[in-house]
């Protein structure tokens, strides 16, 4: 039987429909800006987020290396929340790309206005490192798939942007954000000068993010874009996966949202699992084993035994993420199966 995988909402396969529409799509060279399908994602996208312009990417890591590259001159210093991909997850990209180093605000993931001030230690003397941007992460992954809260966002961007620094959106998951909260992306994306968020993820798409934001700004990340690599040809095919993506499976985040919801009451209150029910806003539920607990890659492994994949996710911690190729019943199933693993103990 294949499993129930719960280890990413990356691990969606393109469905039939999707396949139909890429196999289809009307696509010309897009480094000659005449693929007709590349452009019309891309032009969908700078309106859905209320930008000026949008550049279709491979993926979210160079979406974010081109955005921090865009945004900064190397020796900066760029302020970010705790753990977040941007220092985790892109192999010191920031570093070796931009030159820049990193200020963490706050512990959580997402910070406040006042976390965003103390972090800025800029004071206009030539020994300091001219910190010029600020990187938000919505919805934050380490810290359970928890919503920016938006007024904080609205502040931060506001007091950077009268420091004179600029602003950056990690948005891969922005559109779980929208759905679990009672703003559409574009409300979410305002504050920002760019922003980025994933086809790739929730939206179910096999391949692709987008970077979106002003046109001068946009006509440089095509450049920086090229200068990585990242520079496609017939990107239509990939393109009309998102276009479909963007007609079929926004709305339904709700879904992936209330699936994550069942799992995280399930295994709450078994004894030894910790996890924070505030946090379960979104599609991804993060519990921590307490000491007397067998290690996240001995449950994981102990409930791949019974179909269901997660991941073990740091020294302590488990992650299950839920997304459109798993149904209610098979997260019903799935938050059994969990819970009995660690009922066992
Ligand atoms: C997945 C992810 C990325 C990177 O996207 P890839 O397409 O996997 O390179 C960046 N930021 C966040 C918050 C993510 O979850």
């Not at 990242?230 to 990107?235: E, F, H």
């Not at 992936?256 to 069942?262: E, I």
Request: glycine fraction near 8%.
């Amino acid at each position: 039987m294949t499993p129930i995988d719960l280890r990413s909402d990356t691990m969606t396969k393109p469905s039939l429909a999707m396949r139909r529409i890429m196999a289809s799509a009307e696509v010309g060279d897009d480094q000659y800006g005449e693929d007709p399908t590349v452009n019309a994602l891309q032009e969908r996208v700078a309106n859905l987020l209320g930008k000026e312009a949008s550049l279709f990417m491979p993926s979210g890591t160079m979406a974010n290396q081109v955005g921090v590259k865009l945004l900064t001159q190397p020796g900066d210093e760029i302020i970010v929340g705790n753990r977040v991909h941007l220092a985790l997850y892109e192999s010191g990209g920031t570093a070796a790309n931009a030159g820049v180093q990193m200020m963490v605000a706050g512990t959580k993931g997402t910070f406040t206005l006042s976390e965003f001030q103390l972090a800025c230690r800029y004071i206009g003397d030539d020994a300091r490192p001219p910190t010029t941007l600020v990187c938000l992460e919505n919805t934050h992954n380490r810290g359970g798939g928890v919503v920016f809260p938006q007024h904080e966002v609205a502040a931060i961007c506001d007091d950077a942007h009268a420091r004179g620094m600029r602003s950056y959106l990690d948005g891969m998951r922005l559109f779980n954000a929208a759905a679990a909260s009672n703003h559409s992306v574009a409300e979410l994306a305002a504050p920002f000068d760019v922003v980025s968020i994933a086809l790739s993820k929730g939206l179910g798409c096999p391949i692709g993010s987008m970077i979106a934001g002003p046109r001068d700004l946009m006509a440089r990340a095509h450049r920086h874009r090229r200068r990585f690599g990242g520079a496609m040809r017939q990107a239509g095919m990939l393109a009309a996966a998102g276009l479909y993506a963007l007609d079929h499976n926004v709305t339904r985040l709700a879904d992936d949202h209330a699936n994550a919801w069942l799992i995280a009451q399930r295994i709450a209150g078994i004894k030894g699992v910790e996890i924070d029910l505030d946090t379960v806003q979104t599609n991804i539920v993060i519990f921590r084993l307490d000491d007397a607990m067998p290690a996240p890659e001995v449950i994981s492994a102990r409930a791949k035994e019974q179909g269901v994949l997660v991941s073990p996710f740091s020294t302590r911690t488990v992650r299950a993420v839920t997304h459109l190729d798993v149904t209610r019943d098979q997260c019903v199933h799935a938050a059994n199966v969990l819970a009995q693993v660690l009922e066992r103990r």
